[in-house]
């Protein structure tokens, strides 16, 4: 069995991740596929919470031109990460997962409300636990969820899986040429280079309680086992 270097992580999935080439809603062949990447790691014994964004059902910036109220509108974004949550769900169950999806916004007739030690011993239960609805606050983005979840249940690591980028470049790889890829850097080194691989906060917070990052390519098979194994893949944040 391969070494595990990460035995509890959060794993964040951007809601364009499950629409895959289509750009919107949910690929069903494209979240068949994710679902059986985590099944690849929960079979190790890995620990494992999800955050997932909500950008395939809905962007802010439609709200923007509507000139809706920037909080209403990132309540509308918290509602399509449930909605990805549940599809998630199903997935994972249908393939032998078990999961709990918990909200920040209560839903008591379809996911548990976010309770920090419910959600702990799902997780040491065996249970794959999806966190959904963002923190349940406006102005604040699904990648400082993933980052309060971490440090919530004390995580190992925070996974950010992207979508077609293989790690954290000095600008998009995919309109400049010239981005260079960093192996390993450090938060104040996102911060100051003004990185955008998640926003400021997120970013402080994972940097106060010293939670690392890895950011990887989401769309090459085995890419989710190869980090919890400690292969050298996409780009590392850790202070140290």
């Known amino acids: 069995m391969s070494e595990i270097k990460y035995k509890r992580i959060v794993l964040k999935l951007s809601g364009e991740a499950l629409a895959g080439d289509t750009g919107f809603g949910i690929n069903p062949p494209v979240i068949k596929t994710i679902a059986e990447e985590i099944k690849a790691i929960y079979e190790l014994g890995i620990q494992i919470g999800i955050v997932v964004g909500g950008g395939n059902m809905w962007r802010g910036e439609a709200g923007a031109e509507m ?7 990132d309540y509308i974004g918290m509602l399509g990460t449930i909605m990805n949550g549940l599809a998630l769900q199903d997935n ?4 032998g997962v078990p999961t709990r999806v918990q909200t920040s916004i209560e839903m008591r007739q379809i996911a548990e409300p976010y309770i920090r030690r419910k959600a702990v011993r799902h997780l040491e239960k065996g249970r794959v ?15 400082t969820t993933a980052a ?3 440090a919530e249940i004390d995580a190992d690591a925070i996974l950010m899986a992207k979508n077609g980028v293989d790690g954290i470049y000095s600008d998009d790889p995919r309109t400049n040429k010239e981005a260079k890829k960093f192996d390993t850097l450090t938060y ?17 917070l994972s940097m106060d309680n010293n939670i690392p990052l890895v950011v990887f390519n989401l769309n090459e098979a085995g890419n ?11 780009t590392t944040v850790k202070e140290k």
């Open 67 to 73: 000139g809706m109220e920037r909080a209403q509108a």
């Open 224 to 234: 989710i086992k190869k980090v919890v194994t400690g292969d050298n893949i996409g």
């Open 129 to 143: 636990v999806i966190f959904a609805g963002g923190t349940g606050n406006p102005y604040f983005s699904t990648d």
């Open 188 to 204: 104040m080194d996102i911060l100051n280079k003004g990185l955008k691989v998640m926003d400021s906060t997120a970013s402080s």
């Open 148 to 150: 309060l979840r971490a």
């Open 92 to 95: 994972l169950e249908s393939i």
